[in-house]
């Protein structure tokens, strides 16, 4: 069965300083997986995704992550913070044992990190 | 941008009562799911709904739950007679082609 695992459940960095979170992925396929980001009191907002193209995804505003499968991670940076980064961040693999996510298949979640901010 | 909506952003209600959780999905989706995130715990996959049957369903997802798209605009959510269990965040998403998933703000169902 698919799962992942968010190593950190909350990291706190400075502005401007580097963001790194991690996310561990177990999987029975090639799965496809996806970082949302969850500001207060708004909806989960698809972040980036990789779907078995290049390893290295590109995101909005500026966060990127690798997939590595020696290592089944999928960690999320971004080489400097902001304020407006501050937010809950969920990893996410796609249910591929029940069918692609393109058509449909279920999402599975990590528990989620909160990323704090400091000025 | 569009963007799923979802109603009343707060929901409290006494254990044993039905309720019923509003989402207006993207206009030209197709797909449509309910997850929920009880507090402290991971989002979990409830229920998936295409060409106006439900396409997958978790073993949460038992006789007291349904889902209806009553009007073509709606995606609703309902819970015949609620239990303590069920207070949690719910989340509606909407996708096109089954890719792309975007969720609503969610619902905060309170039972008490």
């Known amino acids: 069965a698919q799962s992942v695992t968010q190593l950190d459940s909350h990291v706190s960095v400075s502005e401007g300083t580097p963001v790194l979170l991690r996310c561990n992925y177990s999987?029975?396929?090639?799965?496809?997986l996806f970082w949302y980001v969850q500001h207060p009191n708004k909806g989960l907002q698809l972040l980036l995704k990789y779907t078995s193209a290049a390893t290295l995804v590109k995101g909005i505003n500026g966060f990127e992550a690798e997939f590595k499968k020696s290592e089944t991670s999928f960690h999320l940076t971004k080489p400097s913070a902001h304020m407006s980064d501050a937010a809950e961040y969920f990893c996410v693999v796609s249910d591929t044992a029940r069918g692609f996510y393109n058509q449909g298949g279920k999402l599975i979640f990590g528990q989620g990190t909160e990323l704090s901010v400091k000025p | 941008e569009p963007e799923v909506t979802q109603t009343p952003s707060h929901q409290v209600t006494q254990m044993g009562q039905e309720v019923i959780l509003r989402c207006v999905p993207i206009?030209?989706?197709?797909?449509f799911y309910w997850y929920r995130q009880i507090l402290g715990q991971k989002v979990e996959f409830l229920v998936s709904f295409y060409n106006n049957e439900i396409s997958e369903k978790s073993e949460i997802f038992d006789d007291q739950f349904s889902v209806e798209r009553p009007d073509g605009s709606n995606f609703t959510l309902k819970i015949r007679s609620t239990k303590l269990e069920d207070s949690a965040m719910y989340f509606c998403a909407s996708s096109e082609t089954g890719a792309g998933r975007y969720f609503g703000a969610g619902t905060r169902l309170s039972v008490l």
């Open positions: 206009s030209n989706h197709l797909y």
């Open positions: 999987s029975s396929y090639s799965p496809s």
